[in-house]
């Protein structure tokens, strides 16, 4: 049988998340984004991994800034979005929207999530059951709209969720505690959330992440991915509204939270 990939969260920056991606058979290790050198460095170094390829998410600074560092020590090679490779550090594999490519035994999907940028990917391994959504789908919330519409990114969030609900989520921020606070004023009347938001205080107090999360949990308590749902348009007062102006109404009122 083969041994399954072991994925790492790990802290980088202030609020930043990068992902290990290990397969213990093989010895080959890749990395989801690279918001600093030194936090990863010394991961691997911890581990005694090498680092053989370099998946990027999206163009921002926080997620691309220990590229180079990365790959001049290590030789990995980067794989990115072709729709973004004019303001991605140098790709050595363009990806794009529907497609696959190979990684470590496993098949990774490439799915395009524009709205926090446009161009922004997310990277979904089935046999892994896991997807790695950086700044699109987050755990308890969504990616502020920089470049994207709300229509962009609902239709985004919307291809997310239609994932196998047992898919963990990967997103790349701690921001839930905060997202938390937000959510039970679009979403009063969730006992599932209540649950949540004290699990994330248990969490946080004794400094876990709360990332990644599985898919289910989002569909049960994210309002950004529950603008159909009966009662938060209600709550809203949207009953008829369609599902991507209550999602871009959540996200009015997020930004002004």
Known sequence: MAMP?????????SDNYAFLIHNPASGGTALVDAPEAGAIRAALAERGWGLDWILLTHHHGDHVEGV??????????????QA??????????AVGDGGSFA?????VHVMDVSGHTVGHVAYHIPGAEAVFTADSLMALGCGRLFEGTPQQMWASL????????????YSGHEYTQANGAFAVT????????????SDIARARGNGLPTVPSPLQLELDTNPFLRAG?????????????????????????????
Not at 229 to 257: C, P, T, W, Y
């Open 103 to 107: 990684l470590l035994g496993e098949t």
């Open 5 to 13: 990939l072991e994925i790492i969260t790990l802290p980088c920056r």
């Open 68 to 81: 180079a560092e990365l790959q001049a020590e290590y030789g990995a090679k980067v794989i990115g979005a």
């Open 186 to 197: 679009a979403d009063p009347g969730n006992p599932a959330l209540q649950r949540r938001i």
């Open 158 to 169: 919307s291809r997310l969720a239609a994932l196998p609900p047992q898919t963990m989520v």
């Open 229 to 257: 749902d009966s009662a938060v348009k209600a709550h809203l007062g949207m009953e008829d509204a369609e599902d991507a102006e209550v999602f871009a109404e959540i996200r009015r009122r997020k930004d002004n939270f």
């Open 84 to 93: 973004d490779a004019h303001r991605l550090p140098p790709l050595d594999m």
